[in-house]
């Protein structure tokens, strides 16, 4: 049987962590069936936060680049359809995957649909329903011209169906006659896959930074909305600031390139001030293993980031959510991640209550940890209709 091909599109970091588990599976399982093409947007283009992936979770490196980098979303967008367009039409590939709600999965989707080759989303599904959020236009978009959809938690799949996608269509699936699945996470797939190979790789990365197990505060900000508001972003890291001192904990904080140049050119001053304060640790951007090391060890971890409040969730450990909403309602639901906003007397309240809470339950939303098995398969099945 001819191989069939499959393109795997990704641009920024998160995705390239996602795309790792499908390719893992394809090697193992698929090599003989599927022939893998990756394309990579350079959305993020940086050795920090895109290349040193590729090599560090052992994933086949791109055949292609469109090296698109940073601009505003119009342009940037726009130069990822062409490019796309361009592999898609040489490749001829049969399916087409993406990942999460960046303007590369809308890219890709675009493109893909206007060449009529199925779209495979996967993290579809997630709604914050605040469409002023750039991702939430990606992910209602993306969801909507895709053929297999593939829900991480009941609640995604159920926003689907009120959407109108039907549950129960037969094959032949199209972008007319679209699959929902509920397929579980692929990144809790990721977590044990990774975690163990954390410990082993990188045990002594904490000591490094002068961290010492479950006695740190983890903290991550890059959403536009926090970065690009000068009072928002100095709100909560003054609130940090502040809990760190007054707890005596260590404040771990890895600066994304948009924070610190948003720090720099709107408020200096805090910025030199968390570089002379003793109990913040600024570190430049970490890998995926570092960061899964930080995240299984931190005694609390604050975010605005999608990803890490899943993963937080994974490690078992609680999480304030440094934003208004989550798409991960499940976790606030369960009372494990707190939504805080930048409000700062919100954000010391839930600091002390999580911290110090015993009873926390971490139940198993995310699937059994063979998201991604089940994903190619339906591919595969799909690619053979």
């Known amino acids: ?17 996602k795309a790792s588990a499908i390719s893992r599976v ?33 994933i086949p490196k791109p055949d292609y680049n469109l090296g698109v980098g940073s601009a505003r979303h119009g342009r940037q967008t726009a130069s990822m359809i062409s490019g796309i367009e361009e592999v898609i039409l040489k490749e001829q590939p049969e399916a087409v995957i993406v990942y999460g709600d960046t303007n590369s999965t809308l890219a890709a989707g675009i493109a893909a649909s206007k060449l009529k080759v199925p779209v495979v989303h996967v993290e579809a599904g997630l709604r914050s329903f605040r469409k002023e959020m750039p991702e939430e236009i990606n992910r209602l978009l993306s969801d ?53 190979l954390a410990d082993n790789k990188i045990n002594g990365f904490l000591d490094d930074l002068g961290a010492q197990h479950g006695n740190y505060i983890l903290a991550t900000i890059h959403r536009q909305k926090n970065t690009d ?78 990803g890490v409040q899943k993963e937080a969730h994974f ?16 976790l606030v639901k369960n009372g494990t ?3 805080v906003d930048d409000d700062r007397e919100t954000i010391r309240e839930a600091f002390v209550k999580m911290i110090n809470a015993n009873e926390l339950s971490y139940p198993g939303f995310y699937g059994n940890g063979k998201a991604a098995e089940f994903m190619v398969d339906e591919v595969m099945q799909m690619m053979l209709q």
């Open 1 to 17: 049987m001819q191989n069939r091909k499959l393109l795997n599109i990704v641009g920024a970091r998160p995705q390239i962590i």
């Open 26 to 58: 394809i090697r193992k399982d698929y090599g003989d069936r599927i022939e893998e093409i990756i394309l990579h947007t350079g959305q993020h283009y940086d050795r920090e936060l895109s290349d040193v992936f590729f090599e560090e979770l052992e």
């Open 144 to 196: 909507h011209i895709s053929t297999l959809l593939f829900a991480p938690t009941d609640a995604a799949l159920k926003n689907l169906i009120k959407e109108g996608i039907r549950p129960d269509a037969s094959p032949p699936f199209t972008i007319d006659n679209p699959k929902i699945f509920l397929s579980g996470d692929i990144m809790y797939d990721n977590s044990l896959f990774y975690g163990e």
């Open 229 to 306: 508001n000068a009072e928002r972003l100095n709100n909560i890291l003054q609130s940090l600031i502040e809990l760190s001192v007054e707890k005596n904990i260590l404040l771990v904080l890895p600066l994304h390139p948009r924070t610190i140049n948003a720090l720099e050119k709107e408020n200096p001053k805090l910025l030199l001030r968390l570089n002379n304060i003793e109990s913040v640790k600024l570190v430049p951007p970490v890998s995926y293993l570092e960061m899964i090391m930080l995240e299984k060890n931190a005694a609390i971890i604050c975010t605005d980031s999608g």
């Open 315 to 330: 490690f078992r450990r609680p999480c304030l959510v440094l934003r208004s909403e989550s798409e991960w309602i499940e």
């Open 337 to 339: 991640a707190v939504l």
